[in-house]
């Protein structure tokens, strides 16, 4: 596996907060975040509802499917600024390439990037669940 992902993306701010918008596959958004499951007691500031298998099966099937799909942009938010480096273009610096260190985003006991909007669409995506090859199409997604 690559030790770095690169997508160009677009930079901008949404009332104070810097987010990268861009594409890339499902199955490389799934590597690189985690979900965030709200949990009262154990994670109280968790983002995500509980997963719901049947749900994301479904999400699962209708991407891999169909030949015609969409869905709205996946999203997800950095916890880590070490994560992530944007390379502005020479010509545009809103326009640039957006590295993600795929070391720091796969440790084991941190999210440093989370799923704030996108669980059940990536849950499968990354091919490594039995039964569930990785999903090599493109979607959108917005990185705050």
């Not at 677009?10 to 990268?20: A, E, S």
């Not at 880590?80 to 390379?87: A, H, M």
């Not at 610096?93 to 070391?103: A, E, P, R």
Request: net charge positive; with cysteine.
């Amino acid at each position: 596996m690559a030790k770095y992902l690169k997508t160009t993306v677009i930079k901008g701010r949404v009332l104070g907060v810097n987010v990268y918008r861009g594409y890339a596959d499902l199955a490389d958004l799934a590597m690189i975040s985690k979900p965030d499951i709200f949990d009262q007691k154990k994670n109280p500031t968790g983002t995500q509802r509980d997963l719901n298998q049947k749900h994301a099966k479904e999400a699962y099937e209708y991407v891999k499917t169909k030949l015609l799909a969409f869905w709205p942009e996946v999203f997800l938010c950095v916890r880590n600024s070490k994560v992530i480096k944007f390379t502005p273009s020479k010509h545009n610096n809103q326009i640039g390439t957006l590295t993600i260190d795929m070391s720091i985003a796969k440790r084991k006991n941190s999210i440093s990037i989370s799923r704030v909007d996108g669980n059940h669409r990536l849950h499968f995506a990354d091919g490594n669940f039995d039964g569930f090859s990785e999903i090599r199409k493109t979607v959108s997604f917005c990185l705050a």
